[in-house]
């Protein structure tokens, strides 16, 4: 780390309660900022952790989502787990939790017990529907979400059913959410002192991501229609994915100077001036023609020949990668957000760091992921002053697990 910068939440105080990604990716965030984070699970670990058992692939996952925390094991069903963690939250600055609502008011550890503790506590709270509302109590996964919030039903094409999102795009848009509210909250306790409950709920997070698709609802009071490659509006064309003789390019148009440049890329300049296709509208209007234009053209080429005739015109293009490609890039990989690491229960495995660059303060350092209950000891010593006398009581009554 450089001796001269600070990492900007350094000296926060974290307690991770997060589990599967959305919550862990909160953590991971603030972590990779410089907070210290302290991941707590309990005592036969967090789903994600198991799928270590299926093969070192289905391990990275956790590898890459609690890098820079530390980890303890706690029973909270046990009284003497609730104390430990009340204590810890008393001298920490933010908790992440996303489970249920309710669950842990009733083990005794919500936000009304905590804040008691310590009102300074910024308490951040990730459901899937909310702490209030009708569906409140209504289980959430990511899968779950896609399908209420809307987005399963605008993705996929026309004459096909709904199709979820590859990714699991729920869980860590919404674990970005809950990051930025912890730091408005942070940011507000620096001014009033006090901390407060932070919520965000999943269906809430993704709304605005569908602002395209909404053109038919705003507009014909129509659901909104699956609409394949093709702009979630209809507003733009072209806006699609192409063939290429080596797979698939997507090239999208989104003023006149990009389809002025498309066809000069494609050798047709006339086309600029067509009356099919000289304006968007025209181009909307004819749009299966459109299409099919591009295709013959791209259809012909590599990608790689495309995106650089597209580059050279200034068209926005990029071919379509497999993830394979992706964890290869040159690029992602020069600039570390990729990198391999040597972990010490995965083996060599690739991992990424924070997408948020922050200049001008020091490089955090990379440390893997922690093995279940690995801090034990030093972080209730440390934190809570307890003797090993006491730590080993702790691991008796089972309120901690066996590190």
Same mark, same amino acid.
């Given at each position: 780390?450089?001796?001269?910068?600070?990492?900007?939440?350094?000296?926060? $105080?974290? !307690?991770?309660?997060?589990?599967?990604?959305?919550?862990?990716?909160?953590?991971?965030?603030?972590?990779?900022?410089?907070?210290?984070?302290?991941?707590?699970?309990?005592?036969?670990?967090?789903?994600?952790?198991?799928?270590?058992?299926?093969?070192?692939?289905?391990?990275?996952?956790?590898?890459?989502?609690?890098?820079?925390?530390?980890?303890?094991?706690?029973?909270?069903?046990?009284?003497?787990?609730?104390?430990?963690?009340?204590?810890?939250?008393?001298?920490?600055?933010?908790?992440?939790?996303?489970?249920?609502?309710?669950?842990?008011?009733?083990?005794?550890?919500?936000?009304?017990?905590?804040?008691?503790?310590?009102?300074?506590? =910024?308490?951040?709270?990730?459901?899937?529907?909310?702490?209030?509302?009708?569906?409140?109590?209504?289980?959430?996964?990511?899968?779950?979400?896609?399908?209420?919030?809307? =987005?399963?039903?605008?993705?996929?094409?026309?004459?096909?059913?709904?199709?979820?999102?590859?990714?699991?795009? /729920?869980?860590?848009?919404?674990?970005?959410?809950?990051?930025?509210?912890?730091?408005?909250?942070?940011?507000?306790?620096?001014?009033?002192?006090?901390?407060?409950?932070?919520?965000?709920?999943?269906?809430?997070?993704?709304?605005?991501?569908?602002?395209?698709?909404?053109?038919?609802?705003?507009?014909?009071?129509?659901?909104?229609?699956?609409?394949?490659?093709?702009?979630?509006?209809?507003?733009?064309?072209?806006?699609?994915?192409?063939?290429?003789?080596?797979?698939?390019?997507? =090239? !999208?148009?989104?003023? %006149?100077?990009?389809? $002025?440049?498309?066809?000069?890329?494609?050798?047709?300049? %006339?086309?600029?001036?067509?009356?099919?296709?000289?304006?968007?509208?025209?181009?909307?209007?004819?749009?299966?023609?459109?299409?099919?234009?591009?295709?013959?053209?791209?259809?012909?080429?590599?990608?790689?020949?495309?995106? %650089?005739?597209?580059?050279?015109?200034?068209?926005?293009?990029?071919?379509?990668?497999?993830?394979?490609?992706? /964890?290869?890039?040159?690029?992602?990989?020069?600039?570390?957000?990729?990198?391999?690491?040597?972990?010490?229960?995965?083996?060599? =495995?690739?991992?990424?760091?924070?997408?948020?660059?922050?200049?001008?303060?020091? $490089?955090? %350092?990379?440390?893997?992921?922690?093995?279940?209950?690995?801090?034990?000891?030093?972080?209730?010593?440390?934190?809570?002053?307890?003797?090993?006398?006491?730590?080993?009581?702790?691991?008796?009554?089972?309120?901690?697990?066996?590190?």
């Amino acid at each position: 780390m450089d001796n001269d910068k600070r990492l900007p939440l350094d000296g926060v $105080t974290v !307690i991770d309660l997060g589990q599967v990604y959305q919550g862990p990716y909160c953590g991971f965030l603030m972590a990779q900022a410089g907070a210290t984070v302290i991941k707590v699970e309990p005592p036969n670990g967090e789903p994600v952790r198991h799928r270590a058992r299926i093969s070192k692939g289905n391990a990275v996952p956790f590898a890459m989502l609690n890098a820079n925390k530390r980890n303890i094991s706690l029973n909270l069903k046990s009284p003497d787990g609730v104390k430990v963690l009340k204590d810890l939250a008393a001298k920490a600055d933010v908790l992440i939790e996303n489970y249920a609502p309710g669950v842990l008011d009733r083990l005794g550890v919500g936000y009304a017990a905590l804040s008691a503790v310590n009102p300074r506590l =910024i308490y951040g709270s990730a459901t899937g529907y909310g702490l209030s509302g009708p569906d409140r109590d209504n289980l959430a996964m990511d899968l779950t979400v896609q399908a209420v919030s809307g =987005i399963m039903s605008v993705t996929g094409f026309a004459d096909g059913p709904p199709v979820k999102a590859g990714p699991a795009i /729920t869980d860590f848009i919404s674990g970005v959410h809950l990051y930025a509210g912890i730091l408005t909250a942070l940011y507000d306790r620096e001014k009033s002192g006090r901390g407060r409950l932070v919520e965000i709920a999943m269906v809430e997070t993704v709304y605005p991501a569908m602002a395209s698709n909404l053109a038919d609802v705003f507009n014909r009071k129509a659901a909104a229609p699956r609409t394949g490659n093709r702009h979630g509006g209809l507003a733009e064309a072209p806006y699609n994915v192409y063939p290429a003789s080596d797979g698939y390019v997507a =090239i !999208i148009s989104v003023n %006149e100077s990009h389809w $002025t440049g498309l066809t000069r890329a494609m050798g047709r300049p %006339e086309l600029a001036d067509d009356v099919r296709f000289k304006t968007v509208l025209d181009r909307l209007k004819h749009i299966d023609l459109t299409d099919l234009v591009v295709s013959e053209w791209s259809s012909r080429l590599t990608r790689d020949e495309i995106v %650089e005739l597209c580059r050279v015109n200034r068209v926005p293009c990029a071919a379509v990668r497999d993830l394979r490609e992706v /964890t290869e890039d040159k690029h992602l990989h020069a600039r570390g957000m990729l990198r391999e690491i040597a972990h010490p229960e995965y083996g060599d =495995i690739l991992v990424h760091r924070s997408p948020l660059v922050l200049h001008d303060t020091a $490089t955090p %350092e990379y440390v893997p992921s922690a093995r279940l209950g690995q801090h034990n000891g030093e972080v209730l010593s440390e934190y809570l002053g307890l003797s090993s006398g006491e730590i080993d009581t702790l691991r008796r009554s089972g309120a901690i697990a066996q590190a």
